[in-house]
């Protein structure tokens, strides 16, 4: 936990995270509301809503990934991949439209059921959208935060849409607050499980840069030996700068 928070308050800009929780609680307000239509709606008009809501909800996370991803400070160079960032969107709202519909469904605790199917949304928009994430760096992962992220994802949108599908006067300010807090736990667990070296060829290798190499050479020959692979390297030969050519 100790690690998440340093994340947070050390390696992000605090003005853009606060603009990031805006959009998402604001984007969380939108889905609420669209959720209640989709319970509503009977026929054709229905499957209109839980698109329009697969829609919101899918680009409100989005907004909120990409927003804080600018907060997040590393010294590395970064450049984004356009065409996987366009599809993390489109799997946000494709995974996220089934889920809605799913949680407005009888009985109540489908609600849970369609609330995990949304975290899962979120997991992979987060996910995919940092295999879009290009830097001049060795990106390590550390999978016990991995693996936490998703799971807090999925258990708060499950609780956030359990509450609105029970009888209660402030059901939806929970379910917005619990919503959010999916969204924010996703992202700043997710990047406490980031490990990043740097590449500084201008200096040379770092020790850490040298390390991760070393590692990541070793794991491919590991996997060779075990294949049956033959490492061999055709022999060459080379003519030194500046000796004479025989012709």
């Known amino acids: 936990m100790t690690r998440v928070a ?9 003005r853009l995270v606060s603009l990031a929780v805006l959009i998402c609680l604001i984007g969380s307000v939108a889905s609420v509301q669209l959720f209640g239509r989709i319970k509503s709606a009977t026929g054709p008009s229905r499957l209109g809503w839980v ?27 970064v450049v984004l991949d356009p065409f996987i960032t366009l599809i993390s969107l489109l799997v946000a709202i494709a995974v996220a439209a089934p889920g809605l519909a799913l ?26 959208g940092m295999v879009a994430y290009r830097l001049d760096g060795i990106i390590t992962w550390d999978w ?15 609780a956030a849409f359990h509450v609105l599908t029970r009888p209660g006067r402030w059901r939806e300010l929970q379910a917005v607050s619990l919503l959010g807090l999916s969204v924010a736990l996703l992202h700043f667990t997710g990047m406490a499980a980031m490990n990043i070296t740097v590449l500084d060829f201008g200096g040379g290798l770092s020790d850490g840069a040298m390390a991760a190499l ?8 590991a996997r060779a030996a075990c294949g049956g692979s033959d490492w061999q390297t055709p022999a060459r030969t080379s003519v030194p700068i500046g000796a004479p050519s025989h012709g």
């Not at 340093?6 to 605090?14: G, S």
């Not at 698109?51 to 907060?71: C, D, K, P, Q, Y």
């Not at 009985?107 to 979120?122: D, F, H, N, Y």
């Not at 070393?214 to 020959?221: D, E, K, L, N, W």
């Open 103 to 128: 949680a407005s469904r009888q009985p109540r605790w489908v609600g849970a059921a369609g609330g995990a199917l949304i975290g899962a949304a979120v997991s992979a928009m987060h996910y995919l």
């Open 214 to 221: 070393a590692r990541g050479a070793t794991c491919r020959r």
């Open 144 to 158: 016990r935060y991995v693996t936490a992220s998703v799971v807090l994802s999925s258990l708060f949108e499950a």
């Open 51 to 77: 698109i329009l809501a697969g829609v919101g909800t899918g680009t409100m996370v989005w907004s909120t990934h990409f927003v804080a991803m600018m907060a997040f400070r590393t010294q590395a160079r």
């Open 6 to 14: 340093l994340c947070m308050t050390q390696q992000h800009d605090l």
